[in-house]
């Protein structure tokens, strides 16, 4: 019988739906509950692609005694943290203050009263390696609810003392300048992988916020060691087992140093943020490698991930059938020698082994091999390759697919919205920013409500019940503005506008300029998160502060200028410091050093071939953060727009920055110098 999970719109809560756990959802009416009861709260948070959430749900939430043990003596509550980010990192930050650590799954438990005693992630079924039970756990924490509970609570009482008392220095409202951002690129520099790319060791994630940064440092100074960590980076990982040689995208991280065993799950976050860069690699170099990678990744995307409504999915699983009904992760994507030749025939496997470097003895586990492009010596026959790759994704086709899940993030769905509207506009495939305007129109549609407040996810074309928190409303407006910029259409910067607006209102702290992770007409949870790193994805600070400052751009708003400049007083503090982990921040901070450059194109129409001209070279400026404008010379659509003639009756391009204008032009390559090309 389906518990009362049954009626959540989440994936992830959806899996727990026939659990003979009694879950509930996060809410008001569990504690009440776990009140009336007199029991302790038991909280689970996972998500839908986590594979050891599943490893968990298998050996203990789809145990009927050890369900009825949690059934018994426990109120259990299971959050998807995708939906939920704030009570996710509420707890997380519990966690790995007592810990150390922290992960999913996360097991914590509380009192009714939501304050948090004891801790963990996953317990196995039986004691091992030093590690509890799950059912030990259960037992443990029941008895000293039962027996101590005075003491327990005293001791939950101080954890939530402690955490709210826990103030964010985050060094004053300047924004960090040319000697800070030297630094982090020393950081950067120091912590660099020379020899494979990237950043640090094992685990190894795709670095896409510090690259944005290196990009936006060398186009504004000349820094060529900045553009060969990016460049480097980009290639090593697109090489690597991380990306997929056959499907496009990316997996959401190497186990290895390498890049090449990865963890197979699919996040859309990755393949938005690294197809936005490999998009401005390609712009800053002429990449051939960098524009394959970036149109094969928004092809993934679309292709993959879009719902039928128009949005895009969270994720796909890294476990799928392997075929003999066992769940296996990376079965999709793994092969053997064996299956090469069963595929090809042995003349193509042998070359196909040799081109990806499938092994005997195998990259992964059990024999099989995680496709890569390593380096080769000698040409190969591209048609030939082409047709291999062709047939191989046809036979991978058949094998069953990892699952999806369909929830929609808005954040997420900003973040994809800019990166296809920019790789369409770069490489002239109006196909891809189709897709990002049917993505915004799903955001406006079904997540706006009519006070312009942003609902966090939606499934099926059903809003959610969970309140957008700063990330939504800030990648959101950076999606829009990404719009505003590619088609000219004033409507995307005026919903831009609208969500930043609520930015200004709800999420920034009006004496110091701080900002909050939810809004302040939020429910209280036991602390208001607050957390400015950059981590799997744009904090919603240094997020808040892209979309602000180039709002402010397009629009000459100083309270949104003023504000973003505020907010990258957290850049200057942490930059120098702990460089990896703010990156975007450090991104923002080039735009703002650069000014950023307003560019403004205006012709008899947008679709005159010398309009268009005009304005593919204004969007393929590598300056950091710039923002252009594009319509008509009578055209209302967009302030920039504002008082713009055509010069000789010809389309133009005028070029501000710094309240201070050049001379307008009507040739492309004067254009493309003034923005530094």
């Known amino acids: 019988m389906p518990n009362r999970l049954a009626h959540e719109t989440s994936p992830y809560l959806l899996q727990h739906a026939d659990n003979p756990v009694d879950w509930w959802p996060w809410s008001a009416e569990a504690f009440a509950e776990a009140r009336q009861r007199g029991v302790a709260v038991h909280l689970s948070v996972g998500y839908s692609s986590c594979h050891w959430c599943h ?3 298998r050996e203990s939430f789809e145990d009927e005694a050890v369900a009825a043990f949690m059934n018994e003596h426990f109120v259990n509550i299971k959050v998807d943290r995708e939906e939920r980010p704030d009570v996710d990192a509420v707890y997380m930050e519990a966690v790995q203050a007592a810990t150390g650590q922290g992960g999913w799954p996360m097991t914590v438990f509380l009192t009714p009263d939501a304050e948090p005693f004891y801790f963990g992630t996953y317990f196995p079924p039986e004691p091992r390696s030093g590690m509890p039970s799950f059912r030990e756990v259960l037992e443990g924490v029941r008895a000293a609810w039962t027996d101590r509970r005075d003491e327990v609570s005293e001791v939950a009482g101080k954890i ?13 409202t300047e924004a960090p300048g040319e000697e800070e951002q030297a630094r982090a690129l020393l950081g950067l520099t120091r912590e660099y992988d020379a020899q494979r790319g990237g950043f640090g060791g094992a685990p190894k994630f795709p670095p896409s916020m510090a690259l944005e940064f290196l990009l936006r440092h060398s186009a504004r100074t000349g820094a060529e060691g900045a553009l060969q960590m990016a460049q480097d980076t980009c ?36 393949n938005a943020l690294l197809c936005r860069v490999y998009a401005h690699l390609w712009r800053a170099t002429g990449s051939e490698l960098a524009r394959r990678v970036a149109l094969e990744t928004a092809d993934f995307m679309v292709r993959e991930l879009r719902t039928n409504e128009g949005g895009f999915a969270s994720a796909l699983d890294a476990d799928s059938d392997d075929g003999a009904g066992k769940h296996v992760e990376g079965a999709y994507y793994v092969w053997t020698p064996a299956q090469l030749t069963e595929v090809l025939g042995d003349e193509d496997a042998e070359l196909a082994a040799h081109y990806f470097g499938v092994t005997a003895d195998g990259t992964f586990e059990e024999g099989a091999s995680v496709l890569q492009l390593p380096q080769h010596e000698g040409v190969f026959d591209a048609e030939k390759i082409e047709s291999v790759k062709a047939r191989l994704l046809d036979a991978r086709r058949e094998r069953p697919a990892p699952g999806r899940d369909d929830k ?18 770069y490489f002239e495939r109006p196909d891809l920013v189709d897709a990002a305007l049917a993505g915004a129109d799903l955001l406006v549609r079904v997540h706006l409500d009519d006070r312009v407040h942003l609902a966090r996810t939606s499934k099926d074309g059903q809003v959610g019940t969970n309140a957008g928190v700063l990330e939504d409303y800030a990648d959101v407006a950076e999606g829009f503005l990404a719009l505003a910029s590619v088609t000219g259409e004033g409507v995307w910067l005026e919903f ?46 240094t997020a808040a502060a892209g979309a602000l400052l180039g709002y402010a751009a397009q629009t000459g708003s100083e309270p949104h200028r003023a504000a973003a400049e ?46 268009t001209v005009l304005h593919r070279t204004a969007l393929l400026s590598t300056a950091p953060g710039a923002v252009v404008a594009a319509g008509t010379a009578d055209s209302d659509e967009l302030p920039l727009l504002g008082g713009r ?28 110098v003034a923005l530094g090309g």
């Not at 090593?236 to 090449?260: C, H, N, T």
């Not at 990156?583 to 012709?603: F, H, K, M, N, T």
Request: proline share 6%; aromatic share 8%.
């Open 496 to 541: 831009a506008g609208f969500l930043l607006d609520h930015v200004l209102v709800r999420f920034v702290d009006a004496e110091s300029g701080a900002l909050y992770d939810t809004a302040s007409d939020a429910e209280q949870l036991i602390r208001r998160p607050q957390d400015p790193t950059d981590n799997a994805v744009p904090s919603g600070w």
């Open 160 to 172: 939530t003392r402690d955490l709210a008392e826990r103030e964010l220095q985050y060094g004053g």
């Open 55 to 57: 490893v968990l749900a």
């Open 235 to 270: 290639e090593r990982m697109a090489r690597g087992g991380i990306y997929d040689q056959l499907g496009g995208g990316f997996a959401r991280y190497s186990v290895d140093r390498e890049w090449v065993v990865p963890h197979f799950e699919k996040m859309l976050y990755d």
């Open 645 to 672: 003639i055509l010069v000789g009756g010809e389309p133009t391009a005028y070029v501000c920055r710094n309240f201070t204008c050049d001379v307008p032009t009507t040739d492309p390559e004067r254009l493309r």
């Open 408 to 425: 929609v993030v808005a954040a997420w769905n900003g973040l994809a919205v800019a990166a296809l509207a920019e790789a369409g506009a």
């Open 566 to 611: 505020r907010a990258l007083g957290v850049v200057k503090a942490l930059g120098p410091r702990v460089p990896r982990f703010i990156g975007w921040g450090l991104a923002v901070a080039e735009a703002l050093l650069d000014g950023p450059r307003e560019v403004a194109v205006v012709g008899p129409a947008l679709d005159d071939p010398a309009t």
